[in-house]
């Protein structure tokens, strides 16, 4: 799988360990789709944990064999980080349920984690709450693993 501009994976861990001189602990795509009680967002990139730091950033795309027939715009940057200790819960939840956090007509804070019935027949959405009162919110890849790396390893408050 490429991230960006036809570079493997390995070569973007590379740099990502030059850049933050520390090892990857964790790493998937995801989709970031907002913050509580603010504009949704739809926004691709690498989520990824690098010593006691959360990290989401999109990454430019490299060239596309149909890019001819679309009008190329320009890149621009997104990053968010936060500790993982800043991590208060972490739960799946439905993605209807996300974008009513996302548009403040539901409190994240009164969120309920989906069922197996549900995880069996549809996508779930990962909210993150964090310190000091807010959520975001993504469709992840690879979900449970996510899951299970942000509780053993967040705040347990």
């Known amino acids: 799988m490429c ?3 036809g570079k493997d994976s ?3 861990l590379y740099i990502l360990k030059a850049e ?3 090892r990857v602990r964790f790493k998937t795509y995801a989709i970031l789709l907002g913050k ?3 504009i949704p967002l739809n926004i ?3 989520f990824y944990v690098v010593d006691h730091q959360v990290i989401f950033e999109n990454l430019e795309r490299g060239p596309s064999m149909f890019q001819f027939l679309t009008r190329k715009e320009k890149f621009q940057k997104y990053k968010i980080h936060f500790a993982v200790e800043d991590v208060l819960d972490v739960k799946e939840i439905s993605k209807a349920t996300s974008h009513r956090c996302i548009d403040g007509s539901m409190k994240h ?3 309920k984690a989906v069922g197996s019935y549900y995880r ?3 996508k779930s959405i990962c909210q993150i709450r964090l310190r000091p009162d807010y959520s975001l919110f993504f469709d ?3 979900l449970k693993s996510l899951i299970s790396f942000l509780k053993k390893h967040g705040s347990n408050e």
Do not use: C, I, K, Q
């Open 44 to 46: 691709a990139g690498l």
């Open 20 to 22: 933050y001189n520390a």
């Open 140 to 142: 992840v890849l690879d």
């Open 10 to 12: 390995t070569y973007t």
């Open 36 to 38: 509580s009680s603010d």
């Open 3 to 5: 991230y960006s501009g």
């Open 120 to 122: 069996f027949f549809f």
């Open 109 to 111: 804070s009164e969120t």
